[in-house]
């Protein structure tokens, strides 16, 4: 989890691809980490301006 890479202990709910699917990740459990919302929305976001 990505908080845990970042010494913080949160629990996880969303489940998130490492790389999204619209960059070419897959659906396979390897590419998949679970976030706390806070981390979700702020990866999301940075996802979607890369995109742009």
């Not at 913080?8 to 659906?27: E, N």
């Not at 396979?28 to 979607?48: F, G, M, V």
Request: glycine content about 8%.
């Amino acid at each position: 989890m990505q908080c845990l890479r970042e010494g913080r202990t949160t629990v996880g709910y969303p489940v998130d691809h490492i790389i999204a699917l619209a960059d070419g990740g897959t659906d396979d459990d390897d590419n998949k980490e679970t976030l706390c919302q806070p981390c979700h929305d702020a990866k999301s976001a940075r996802e979607a301006r890369q995109r742009a």
